[in-house]
């Protein structure tokens, strides 16, 4: 009886102290987030993308002809990792994703949208510093102006994507309201398969690898952005970025020439009460296609440069409705420019309605007009109506 009374204790003791390992063992919960969204919209020409917009095609191929659109691609699922136990370190993540991986221009039925991954990463934080590993948002150019289209001015003067990174993140903090962040990083360098300028041999051609893999290097980018909170709860952001990638044209008998894409950025946003607010952006760099400047154009191996920038303003005009308008360019330089597209800019104006907490109807008027070397203007009426539910 003793015997059996004290296995079962012993036991006890045992399943008490395994419970207790266990709980004190570092953990991380997962927080799912995301919206259901549904676009819909006239244009008065056809356009890049279709469901969305980063420039007109040019006019001569398509004449005036309208179309309809209706997608729910930008529908959007993510989960925020949270770590607990780990001490003083915080440990945290994010995997997120839409719909929209059919524009990479495989044909896919408008009904059988795929997955796209946008973000998978991972932070680890001790104090002021942070490391940022996995998939993210370019360091470059933080903000975006408020759209409803998908591409939100991307090719009209904004810039900056998502690629595979390592960044290191630095937050000052001189005073309660006032957070300096510095950070850098090497990122996944994407680029184009170009063909060196110099005379090929014969049966020499371009040896079918991404130049920004050829280079057999990572790019980089930095950042420096200052935030502040007035008395009154307005707020200050402004700062630069830049970037600098190194890339490799190279043929299939291994000769090659070097080039780079780069570019510099500044952003300010400026909300002096939570009623309304401004910012922008404005870029100069070169063989920005991969980061979305110069008009999505091809990298060039003399290097295709080109200046733009956006500016956007918003108003809480009531408890339920907010109103937003703003303007973006992209003005690549025309000098290595044989044909195609030189100049975009977007105009647009658009109002947001909460019909219940988290349900919100959209309503965007856009312009377009892109500019071909030699071939004129193209232009583009956009009317979108835009439904969301966020999670």
């Given amino acids: 009886m003793k015997r059996s009374m004290l296995i079962a204790v012993m036991a006890l003791v045992v399943v008490w102290g395994g419970a207790a390992i266990a709980g004190d063992a570092p953990t991380v919960n997962l927080n799912w987030y995301g ?37 729910a691609n930008e529908t959007r699922l993510g989960l925020n990792a949270v770590g607990n136990g780990y001490g003083n370190v915080a440990v945290g993540g994010k995997l997120e994703v839409d719909l929209y991986a ?16 946008r973000h ?37 003067g904004n810039t900056g994507y998502r690629r595979p990174q390592v960044s290191l993140w630095y937050t000052a903090k001189p005073s309660k309201t006032t957070d300096i962040v510095m950070a850098g990083g090497v990122f996944r360098t994407i680029g184009n398969d170009l063909t060196p300028t110099f005379t090929l041999a014969a049966g020499e051609a371009t040896d079918g690898v991404d130049d920004g893999t050829d280079a057999a290097l990572p790019s980089f980018q930095a950042l420096v952005d200052v935030k502040h909170t007035t008395a009154k709860g307005g707020t200050f952001r402004g700062g630069v970025s830049g970037l600098y990638g190194s890339m490799k044209a190279e043929t299939n008998q291994g ?57 956007s303003t918003w108003v809480q005009a009531s408890k339920k409705m907010q ?8 003005d ?60």
């Avoid at 059919?102 to 991954?117: C, F, R, V, W, Y």
Wanted: proline fraction near 4%; include cysteine; charged fraction near 15%.
């Fill in 323 to 330: 109103v937003s308008a703003g303007y973006g360019i992209d």
């Fill in 255 to 311: 000769r090659s020439q070097d080039y780079s894409a780069w570019a510099v950025i500044g952003h300010l946003a400026v909300s002096p009460s939570t009623r309304f607010g401004f910012s922008g952006e404005m870029f100069t760099g070169s063989n920005l296609g991969s980061y979305f400047g110069g008009i999505l154009r091809n990298s060039d191996v003399d290097g295709l440069e080109a200046t733009g920038g956006w500016v």
């Fill in 332 to 391: 690549p330089k025309n000098d290595v420019i044989a044909s195609g597209r030189t100049k975009n800019s977007c105009l647009y104006g658009n109002l947001r309605y909460t019909l219940v907490p988290k349900a919100t109807v959209g309503l965007e008027l856009a312009h377009w007009q892109t500019e071909y070397k030699g071939a004129g203007n193209s232009d583009d009426v956009r009317i979108q109506t835009s439904f969301i539910l966020g999670f």
């Fill in 120 to 156: 998978a990463y991972f932070t680890l934080e001790k104090g002021p510093v942070k490391l940022l590993a996995g998939q993210s948002w370019d360091l470059i150019s933080p903000l975006n102006p408020s759209t409803l289209n998908y591409a939100v001015l991307w090719g009209s």
């Fill in 102 to 117: 059919s524009i990479s221009g495989t044909a896919i039925a408008e009904n059988k949208a795929m997955l796209q991954l």
């Fill in 35 to 71: 919206y259901f969204k549904l676009d819909g919209a006239y244009d008065q020409n056809p356009t890049s993308h279709g469901n969305f917009i980063m420039w007109i095609p040019q006019a001569s191929a398509y004449g005036d002809k309208g179309q309809f659109t209706m997608t």
